[in-house]
């Protein structure tokens, strides 16, 4: 059985992005002219998903109508001979997966987000993709990952980062295997930083999950805040010797995070060949300037 349904968790408030996020979702809020949630939609389509499952809470209405027609502005453009900009709305709402939407009533957590989405995706291997980590690389982070997924695995993106973050994220451990891959024992969400070893690698915002972690995911305790933390059903596959890492290509940005987004933001205006000149020589301005 292939891998061909995949879950975006975009139901958290994104309080790190108040006031913004007060009355629109983070999810929406645009890299240059994209929302970080297209770019995700699209990553997921590159990789073989035909069938989506955005988890959503409340207020977030506007994710649905941006994937939706919208008849009007699409009469408008036609009318005004803006065949470019029409081509770039019906592209949207043409992206080439079914795209399912489902509410997390209350947002008790990444894991429970995932855990609404056991009906939906029922006992078929699956996708993850969170809506705060953009990534990209050579080959889409999600098919890097379904290429080294075997049946009856699951399978989380990692990536080396220094010691002194390491705490900020979920730390994998275990043996490296022939293929690249680690063979992971355990997991740690934040560990203090005398536990994360030399090299740390964390957990990145895409994964394959087998059917199994759903029962791991109504069998682990509410943690800190009450939420339900996937890396805890994650942990318990790890004991059960069903878990990889795989340390993939690609650069990985947290819109999540002001930072993060603004590196994103440059990033992107850099990629654009109708970005790129303008942005470098206001750049090399503004670095000219003393400060
Ligand atoms: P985060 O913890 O980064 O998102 O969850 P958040 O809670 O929205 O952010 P802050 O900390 O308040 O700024 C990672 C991903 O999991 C989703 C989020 O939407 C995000 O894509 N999530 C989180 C849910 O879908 N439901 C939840 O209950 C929590």
Partial sequence: MGIHKAVIPAAGLGTRFLPATKAQPKEMIPLIDTPTIQLIVEEAVTSGIDDLLVVIGRDKGSIEDHFDRAPELEEFLREKGKTDLLMVVQDVSRIAADIHFIRQKIPMGLGHAVLAARRHIGREPFGVLLGDDV???????LRQLIDKWRSGLSVVAVQEVPVDEASR????????????TIQVDSLLE???????GERPLAVMGRYVLDPAVFSALSDVAPGAGGEIQLTDALDVLAHQGQLIA????????????????VKA????????????DDVLSYLRQILDQPE
């Fill in 135 to 141: 990534m990209t690389g050579p080959t889409p982070v």
């Fill in 169 to 180: 994220y979920g730390i994998v451990f275990g043996k490296s295997l022939a293929d690249g």
């Fill in 190 to 196: 934040k560990p203090p930083v005398h536990l994360v």
């Fill in 246 to 261: 795989v340390p993939f290509r690609g650069t990985r940005f947290d819109v999540g995070e002001k930072f993060g987004f």
């Fill in 265 to 276: 933001t440059i990033a992107a205006a850099l990629n654009r060949a109708d970005l790129r």
